[in-house]
């Protein structure tokens, strides 16, 4: 039986990044060095304070019993204390705050715990990708809006259009919208003069609004992203999903929240009290560390990620590839080579690994209207960074001819497979 049969997973296309997972790891087995751009999966170490604490606390045998689905209160407050002091945001810890296991599984539950079948989402495209598939498993119907796929900045009168159109246009009236600033994948940064008729045109729709705020503390030369919640009337409609695993690099050790409006974060704590009972209690003693603790580490992670940025995107324009330069984030989101626009960013993908040894993720796997972009992770270091922009160099260079060649299959194949003869004869002698 295959688990195609069963119905969530007949909703699921493809997994996108497979493809190209799959050829890095032929390649690294092969004995490849593959810069691995790919996925947004921060490289640094916990800083050690953190760490000392999750040590400490799990030598406690008490905190080895299960946990709090809600999470513990302590955690609870020092969020609501961040909320105070970075965006002068007054959270309830007890009736607006719910600690998720990370941001995803945050806003996949939510989604579960609001959704009914046949129900409308409106996700904008392109976009992470639980922002429309946790949706789309708990049954409901995506509508996409194509926004903020261009090189330049946020446009709220393109949104608003968009946004009325589609909601003129949906059967049933939407549900909810998701946002999502700093972006993933497209690293674009709005004010909250952009989230202000927003907030007042879905509180006129009933509308809910689920704001992805994962990349807060990332930012380089602006001001800090504000959050939705600083309108007060937001709270009226808005739940906002934040996670410490970039801003303090703990990614694995799943930690987020939801925050905001009281009804939803009640259908979430009530869903998660059926599903978990909350993350290990020393991994959320020692995130409460991290909140209260001193915040000089999370300034140096933010000066890390510009060093990165500034050495991608100065390496890359090097090697004649124009990338805007992101404010925000972890990623680029870099436009395909005029040359290679053709081939679509998959293809363009697998050949930069190919060619290049450099991985990067496909813009097609954000929504159709990625593909003619591709998003590089700040995930190596400098050293790593210029390397790669070294061999995209060459690539572009030794390519620049066969890539403007055609549009022709049998032109795409032989692109795709330039350069295997050499690596297979290298690796024969």
Known sequence: MSDSEFHRIKRLPPYVFAEVNAMKARARAAGEDI????????????????????????????????????????LRKAHAAYYKRRFGVDIDPETECVVTIGSKEGLANLANAITSPGDTILVPNPSYPIHPFGFILAGASIRHLPVGYNDGPPDIHEFMEVLERATRHSIPKPLALVLNYPSNPTAKVVGLDFYKPIVDFCRKHGIYILSDLAYSEIYFDIEPPPSILQIPEAREVAVEFTSMSKTYSMAGWRIGFASGNKKLITALARIKSYLDYGAFTPIQVAATAALNGPQDCVDQVRQMYKQRRDVMIEGLAAAGWTVPS???????????????????????????????????????????????HVRLALVENVHRIRQACRNIKDFFRSNAAGAAASKDPAARAELLDAGAAPKEKANAS
């Open 326 to 372: 992101p404010d925000a984030s972890m990623f680029a989101w870099a436009p395909i080579p005029p040359q290679f626009a053709h081939l679509g960013s998959l293809e363009f993908s697998k050949l930069l690994l190919q060619e290049a040894q450099v991985a990067v993720a496909p813009g097609i796997g954000f929504g159709e209207y990625g593909d003619g």
């Open 35 to 74: 810069i691995d751009l790919g996925m947004g999966n921060p490289d640094q170490a916990t800083p050690q304070h953190i760490v000392d604490k999750l040590i400490e606390a799990v030598q406690d045998p008490k905190t080895h019993r299960y946990s709090n689905s809600r999470g513990i209160p302590g």
